[in-house]
Structures are given as structure tokens and as C-alpha cells.
């Protein structure tokens, strides 16, 4: 019987060239992707985070008491403007904070509450037994390159309206 031995002679140096530059363009491909999944990653966990502390204050807000009474009982108090915390008598029910202790400290997060009853209300709704409440949140975002300027901020909003019990 015979063998037949193959041609074992190697690559060629222009296979080699061509696989190089193959390899090469998928690479750099790759490597324009990678910043960008992770700016994504990033501004969605900034998202969540902002949206957590925003319905976690809410939470504090909705526990606090405001009752008819007797006797009439107001821990809520109410903004005086859109850019005020909400006072009750003189003490500030719940102040603003920026930044937040740590690990949230690039955040910093507001509570406005609007009395329904006084001028036009809330949202066209004229109610005196009703108050909106709105909780923000604010921080800096990622972008491809890096943090944002310190001018530029993104903000998760939770609004929510509470009523005498």
C-alpha cells in the first residue's frame, strides 16, 4: 500500500497579512463598543439609584402624619414656592439635601409639597383636605467620555398626592 503524504508547507505570508487585518478591524470595532455598553450600564444604574432614593423619601413623606383632628396634627407642612422646602410653622418638615450621606453622596434629592387649596391647586384640582407632594432627585451623569460638567444634572421625579386621614 501506498501513503500519500499531504503538502505540509505553512501559511503563506499573505494569509497572514490578510488574517492580521481581519483580527485588527474586529477589534477596534470592539473596542468603540465597549465604552459606549458601558456609558449604558452607567446611566442606568445612576437612573435606578435616583429613582430608589426618590420613592424612598416619598415613603418618609407619606408616613408622616396629617390628620383633621381634633386635634389638627400637620407633620407635612407646605412649600411656600416651587424652590422652598416644605416649613410647618417655623421648622422645616423635610430639608433639602445635597449631597446625601455616603454612598449616594453625588446625589442630592428635594421635597416640594403644594397645597391643593390655595390658588389655582394642583394640576387644575382645588382641594383643601389635599396636598401634591413631589420628590426629586438630582445627580450628574456619566457620558462616553467621563462625568458630566458640573452644570449638567439628570433628575428621577416621583410626584404624589396625599389627603387628611
Known amino acids: 500500500m501506498r501513503r500519500l503524504v499531504a503538502s505540509q508547507r505553512g501559511m503563506m505570508v499573505a494569509e497572514v497579512l490578510i488574517a492580521s487585518a481581519i483580527i485588527g478591524t474586529g477589534l477596534v470595532a470592539l ?4 465604552p459606549l455598553a458601558s456609558y449604558g450600564l452607567q446611566e442606568g444604574n445612576q437612573l435606578s439609584t435616583a429613582t430608589f432614593l426618590a420613592t424612598q423619601r416619598m415613603e418618609q413623606v407619606r408616613n408622616a402624619r396629617w390628620e383633621a383632628g381634633p ?17 410647618r410653622g417655623a421648622v422645616t418638615t423635610f430639608p433639602d439635601e445635597a449631597p446625601l450621606g455616603e454612598p ?3 446625589y442630592s434629592r428635594a421635597v416640594r409639597i403644594m397645597d ?13 383636605d389635599l396636598r401634591q407632594v413631589t420628590v426629586t432627585v438630582s445627580y450628574r451623569p456619566m457620558t462616553v467620555v467621563g462625568v458630566a460638567p458640573a452644570t ?6 416621583v410626584t404624589m398626592y396625599i389627603t387628611k386621614r
Open 104 to 106: 449616594y453622596a453625588s
Open 31 to 34: 473596542s468603540a463598543v465597549i
Open 71 to 87: 386635634p389638627l396634627t400637620d407633620n407635612l407642612g407646605v412649600s411656600a414656592s416651587e424652590t422652598t422646602a416644605p416649613v
Open 152 to 157: 449638567t444634572t439628570k433628575s428621577a421625579v
Open 116 to 128: 391643593c387649596g390655595a390658588g389655582a391647586g394642583c394640576s387644575g384640582i382645588v382641594n383643601a
